[in-house]
């Protein structure tokens, strides 16, 4: 695909005209302009600060880390196994993503300045930032801003108080972002498989060595926590969300962590609120389906753990009345099974299974004997998957059964209400 994206629409791949080349390099922000609107401006005095931890109780308090991160982002930074290693996660395989590749094309300095600053508050010793092996365009802005950053650092009597910074492409398949599965990826083992927990990367990563495995979006906040924090201001809680789906205005915004899901979407196109029937909120396919009578939740992180999704990735993805939730089901589970890396049973098996019974509801030839059979896989797989996509597959497959219920009984008896079978 050389340094051209494409996204499928339609049934035909098209290429995406602002990810050219040419076009991503018209866009990259110099490191003296960075400079000019605030980089790097707090941080001689961040290091200075004798505990720099406490950057990532902001990132916490900011709502771009989960609560658990504390204490295992504390054992490496008291760890005295060297070396230890900061992981920026540049995966972004997620359907419906593209924050990730924006930010690494677009606010690179921010980007290595956050991931700097991250290193001396986790006190490693290299820096690797993990790119898709689809994002060239996002390898070259990084490697030409370290270009810029190599002698800004030496002229400031840095560059050897500081751990170096690597770049490396990993495969595009959607399991490779799973922290584990980019672990192994990194060390040359068979690519996309993750590993069994315990032990966390935390205390056995790369090399078997500790590390932090941290999104990039979280990585890039860091430089604008720290500004906020010694500038005495609130600390400012904005996150990416990647809206796609059935609204008017797809593409990427960014908003206050309490706005309404229902204003997002509004936002996104004017979708009227009678007109959705669900949203994919948070991970996209993988965090959870909400029907649309939940719409107007506000995306705190509180919020959206009650709803029993996962907000992190901030992938939306509306979907309009005019879908039938049973052909949206097959399409996300075959997608699940296809993505697989068939290491656990479960979600080998599972994946396998949820298809063939989607598709038996989808000809009609279901009973409500399958519909069982298929919540107990779904159930087992998210108890025993090995890691979160068999989980994921599981989890998403039982949200549209609980809250759709009607629709795939419907289906049952030959009728599809959104028009999509039996015609
Ligand atoms: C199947 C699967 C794919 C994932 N893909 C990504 C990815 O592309 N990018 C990413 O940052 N995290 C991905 N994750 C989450 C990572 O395992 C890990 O939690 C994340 O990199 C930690 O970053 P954060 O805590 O800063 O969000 C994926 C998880 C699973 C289960």
Known sequence: MGDKYYMFVNGEFREIEESRGDYVRSQYEHLDKYIARG???????FLSEDNKFFILELLVKAGLLGGGALSRFKTIASSANRPKYLIVNG?????????DRLIMERNTHQLLEGALLLSLALNVDEVIIAVNERFRNARAMIEKALGELRPYLTSKGLLNKLPPITVLLVGSPYIVGEETALINSLEGNRGG???????????????????????????????????????????????????????????????????????????AGGVKEEDVKAVFVGGGVSSGLAHSSKIRVRLTPEETRKLGVFLGPGVIIALSNNRCIVDVMLEVERFFSHESCGRCEPCRLGTKELVEVLEKVSMGKASEEDLKWAETVARTMMETSLCGLGMSAGKVFLDALTQFRDEFEEHIRGVCRAGVHFR
């Open 91 to 99: 995966h972004e395989g997620e359907p419906g993503g593209f924050k």
């Open 193 to 267: 498989e993750p590993r069994l927990r315990p032990p966390d990367p935390t205390e056995t990563g790369l090399f078997g060595k500790p590390t932090a495995v941290i999104n990039v979006e979280v990585v890039a906040a860091v430089p604008i926590l720290i500004s906020n924090y010694y500038e005495g201001r609130e600390i400012v809680i904005e996150k990416y969300f990647c809206i796609t789906g059935d609204v008017g205005k797809p593409g990427l915004y960014r908003e206050k962590l309490t706005v309404g899901l229902n204003e997002l979407l509004a936002k």
């Open 39 to 45: 980089g790097y401006k707090y941080f001689g005095k």
